[in-house]
């Protein structure tokens, strides 16, 4: 859409480009157009910073597409600028994607330099995971930010120094026996509290990738905030609410204090139900509320 000036002195917003035409003996409107329908791209949905894929469902001819994302969002009047392009090289090497394993160079957080490593996940948003060669790891970087190095690809990385960086903070590099499939709880972004799910994916810096059963998804997950649920026992060394599970049991009815929402206050109530295999209890508590998946740290016997 354009804005209009007319000679009249009138002002009008938003006009749709079939409803002007040139008066210069120009053509009506957005000319040679640098995305087609139905080709695939990467799109900043609402201009936000991270790019998700889909295809061109429409040219405005006004400079902005309409736009159908891979995930089954749509948006329309997305400007130009937005956008990228999916397929194909991009000139210097750049790729609008990349393989898992693929040898690259990245801008390590957005700066100017270009850094060698390889591609640990192609996270399908556009982003992907980067292991340096330094040793560093990236997540989430731009597609733009990344060429790669194969088949003649940019830059030679050859002694390429990386200013020095801490890498010594990865907590389990594998000794856990964690395994892809396995029925795990894991501390959903790190807080307090634990829920269940599956291993979906091992990676190679000893983290893991978590489908939880509520339908949430988490990459990324350290190892110590995880907790195998098959009976399987984690060996790296780590403090775990279930260690001493036996010592804090509790049936149906039994009447109990426990800290509600995690708190420091204890509140009187009652199990409500029997405890499940992740030792959890939901709580009716004397004052009317309920409670569920009540870890038994946070729980104690009255008398």
Known sequence: TYDIDYDDGEKEASVRVDFIRALDGGGSGGGGSSFREGEKVEARYR???RYYPGRINRDNRDGTYDIDYDDGEKETDVQEKY???REGLEGDGRRSSFREGEKVEARYRGKARYYPGRINRDNRDGTYDI????GEKERGVQGELIKSMEGGGGGGGGGLATPSRP???RPGSGRSGLREGMKVNARYRGKQRMYPGRIARANFDGTYDIDYDDGEKEIGVREDLIQPLDGFSVTSPRVSPRSNRSARSFQRGD???AKY????RYYSGRIAGPGRRDGTYDIDYDDGEK???VIAEYIRHLG
């Open 291 to 293: 409670e569920v998946d």
């Open 167 to 169: 890498t010594s903070a």
């Open 131 to 134: 292991d340096y060669d330094d």
């Open 261 to 264: 929402r995690g708190k420091a």
């Open 255 to 257: 009447k109990i204090e």
């Open 83 to 85: 956008i990228k392009a």
């Open 47 to 49: 201009g936000k910073a």
